[in-house]
């Protein structure tokens, strides 16, 4: 009776029981599923689980009697399951408890079919149990089967919507935590997601993302808009755009950053995915390295000049005067103004105050404030941004930038402009500056040394130059004497120049006739050193002899100035390490280098030796010195005596 009230269905209730189960979704859906089977085969006990590996399962879903179970977990051997999770539908009318004694005591019939993947793998299964004989016809089955269809499409979802997550949980992970920054931003650059390293460069929080445009991260200067825009035309275009440079300011403390940055639209043209990394430290070091190279090939430049502090050559009081000025004004930073006519050494006494400062391990920068025009000077002193002007094809830095930290000598400094007085008179004051075309204030730490040939005060009086400037330049004013005041040093700058040039233009010289010695101590030297190098050049190359000559037609024409005997006698003080050449008559010629020899190595406390040495200063050899003294008779206690 039982057995044929179980196998009658109906038609109508089937179709009722699977709209019902269709209905369901998600977590309800599995509950529902056996309910409606149980129903649907007139059976007690229902249930539906999910394989955990191939000796267990778990159940989704129990139903007894007319109401839902707990869920548990249940081994599979000694089972019917068992045999189902392997692929089988299973059916048993009757005589289930005497096949499985110790798993289905107190049952009669089962029913079990497995859920099956589209790939084939057993996902889990659904089955049915009751105390009584359990027969079906061949429509339950099939009702069974399609539940049973339906229950492991609902698995498959849920296996793939898990994946889905562990996927997305996993490149999360990777979006958030990538050394590499990411944004997801509008073609019009507001920001939809940024990663954890996307946030930290660019200094933002939480609170920042909502509203937040890229493009308003980048520096109000022609260089990065330029940049900025570039970029976001070739994304408005549906372009990928690799590996370009953009300049940005950090929201957090508005410093500014430079980034790589990649970009690929989505092809829906709503976003675009980006991708940048912060190249802030190599683009400096880049600059920097640039700036080394600007400022090493400015010094290249200068070496080449063999501009240098020995050739500061001379005992003269005057110079003597000079060079103690250099020593005390040296350590520290004060401003010195240099003064003296054209060719006197104005450069040799900056870099000798360059040289014994603190500053001499950094640069030494130059400019002859006229040898440029009158509109390039600003830009050659603080440099220009890249279309500050026609001709400005790329950013430059100036003299004050590639100064920073040293000297900077501003030679000529008479002649500048009124206008760029204002703004060196600001350097002065402030140590700041703006490069031409940029509204950016750059801070520096310049010692200043400025050089004139002219008459600043006269140049005050007359207008020509701002007299707020001038007291600033003169802190420790240095005036130089001119070589027609130093003819005692004559002498001593013809060996030096000698040397310098004999072998350069491939003469031998042993040393000089005394007429030109005299001829050239008369001379008045309107261009003064310079002009005297020039002439010792000029006379070595046309000269045949051992004996240096230099024909009168050679000096200019100019009234004698009055030679003093020191600077006669000291003349023949010339050939380092030999005997003099010049014959003049021994008492005068033995009185005057002894006198003349004394007051140099009084002047370097007897020092004979080393770079301010007597002898350098003199122009001999040491050993030709102590020869030379001993034969005057020079000696320290000796020259004690009144």
């Known amino acids: 009776m039982a057995g044929s009230m179980k196998g009658t269905d109906s038609l109508d209730d089937m179709q009722i029981l699977a709209r019902a189960a269709a209905l369901a979704r998600g977590?309800?859906?599995?509950?529902?599923?056996?309910?409606?089977?149980?129903?649907?085969?007139?059976?007690?006990?229902?249930?539906?689980?999910?394989?955990?590996?191939?000796?267990?399962?778990?159940?989704?879903?129990?139903?007894?009697?007319?109401?839902?179970?707990?869920?548990?977990?249940?081994?599979?051997?000694?089972?019917?399951?068992?045999?189902?999770?392997?692929?089988?539908?299973?059916?048993?009318?009757?005589?289930?408890?005497?096949?499985?004694p110790h798993t289905a005591q107190g049952y009669e019939g089962y029913y079990g079919v497995p859920l099956t993947a589209a790939d084939g793998e057993v996902l889990g299964h659904i089955c049915v149990y009751d105390a009584s004989a359990l027969e079906l016809t061949e429509r339950q089955k099939l009702f069974c089967d399609v539940f049973a269809g339906r229950a492991a499409a609902e698995l498959q979802r849920l296996r793939a919507e898990r994946e889905l997550r562990i996927s997305e949980d996993r490149f999360r992970d990777l979006f958030d935590e990538a050394p590499i920054a990411y944004v997801h931003e509008g073609v019009d650059t507001r920001f939809i997601r940024a990663n954890r390293t996307a946030m930290r460069v660019l200094g933002l929080c939480d609170a920042d993302l909502p509203n937040l445009y890229g493009k308003h991260l980048v520096p109000d200067t022609p260089e990065a808009q330029a940049l900025a825009h570039a970029a976001l035309e070739s994304i408005g275009r549906g372009n990928d755009t690799a590996g370009v440079l953009v300049q940005l300011k950090r929201k957090s403390d508005g410093k500014h950053i430079y980034i790589q940055w990649w970009s690929r639209p989505d092809p829906s043209g709503a976003f675009t995915r980006t991708m940048f990394i912060d190249v802030t430290e190599r683009v400096l070091m880049e600059r920097e390295q640039k700036r080394l190279q600007s400022q090493n090939r400015y010094l290249q430049e200068e070496i080449k000049s063999v501009h240098n502090f020995d050739e500061i050559i001379g005992a003269s009081p005057g110079l003597l005067r000079v060079l103690e000025n250099v020593r005390r004004v040296a350590p520290t930073d004060a401003t010195v103004l240099i003064c003296g006519e054209t060719g006197t050494g104005k450069e040799l006494i900056a870099r000798a105050i360059h040289s014994a400062g603190r500053r001499a391990d950094r640069p030494f920068i130059k400019l002859n404030c006229?040898?440029?025009?009158?509109?390039?000077?600003?830009?050659?002193?603080?440099?220009?941004?890249?279309?500050?002007?026609?001709?400005?094809?790329?950013?430059?830095?100036?003299?004050?930038?590639?100064?920073?930290?040293?000297?900077?000598?501003?030679?000529?400094?008479?002649?500048?402009?009124?206008?760029?007085?204002a703004k060196l008179l600001r350097v002065l004051q402030e140590q700041e500056f703006e490069r031409v075309g940029s509204s950016k204030t750059l801070k520096i730490d310049v010692r200043i040394v400025a050089a004139t040939n002219r008459d600043l005060r006269k140049a005050v009086r007359d207008g020509e130059f701002r007299e707020d400037l001038y007291y600033r330049l003169a802190v420790f004013p240095i005036e130089l004497p001119p070589l027609r005041a130093r003819a005692e040093d004559i002498p001593l700058l013809v060996q030096f120049f000698v040397q310098k040039y004999a072998s350069r233009v491939g003469r031998r010289v042993e040393g000089v006739d005394p007429d030109t010695l005299m001829a050239l101590a008369?001379?008045?030297?309107?261009?003064?050193?310079?002009?005297?190098?020039?002439?010792?050049?000029?006379?070595?190359?046309?000269?045949?002899?051992?004996?240096?000559?230099?024909?009168?037609?050679?000096?200019?024409?100019?009234?004698?100035?009055?030679?003093?005997?020191?600077?006669?006698?000291?003349?023949?003080?010339?050939?380092?390490?030999?005997?003099?050449?010049?014959?003049?008559?021994?008492?005068?010629?033995?009185?005057?280098?002894?006198?003349?020899?004394?007051?140099?190595?009084?002047?370097?406390?007897?020092?004979?030796?080393?770079?301010?040495?007597?002898?350098?200063?003199?122009?001999?050899?040491?050993?030709t010195l102590r020869h030379r003294m001993k034969k005057l008779g020079i000696a320290r206690a000796a020259a004690r005596q009144p």
């Open 27 to 100: 977590d309800a859906l599995f509950p529902a599923l056996v309910q409606n089977v149980a129903r649907a085969l007139n059976a007690s006990e229902a249930l539906v689980s999910q394989a955990i590996d191939a000796a267990h399962v778990r159940t989704l879903a129990v139903f007894v009697h007319g109401a839902p179970e707990p869920n548990y977990e249940y081994e599979l051997a000694g089972t019917p399951c068992a045999a189902v999770m392997q692929g089988e539908t299973v059916h048993h009318v009757s005589g289930l408890a005497e096949q499985y």
């Open 370 to 421: 006229a040898a440029l025009p009158a509109g390039l000077v600003e830009s050659e002193l603080f440099g220009h941004e890249k279309g500050a002007f026609s001709g400005a094809v790329q950013k430059r830095e100036g003299r004050f930038e590639l100064a920073n930290g040293g000297t900077i000598f501003l030679d000529e400094i008479g002649e500048l402009p009124l206008d760029t007085q």
């Open 522 to 623: 008369r001379y008045p030297w309107p261009g003064n050193i310079r002009e005297l190098e020039n002439l010792i050049e000029r006379g070595l190359i046309l000269n045949s002899s051992p004996l240096l000559r230099i024909p009168p037609e050679m000096l200019a024409v100019a009234a004698p100035v009055e030679r003093s005997e020191l600077a006669a006698a000291a003349s023949t003080s010339f050939a380092a390490g030999e005997e003099p050449v010049v014959d003049i008559e021994a008492s005068g010629l033995h009185h005057v280098q002894r006198e003349h020899i004394l007051r140099v190595l009084k002047a370097t406390h007897w020092v004979i030796e080393g770079n301010s040495g007597a002898a350098v200063k003199l122009g001999l050899k040491p050993a």
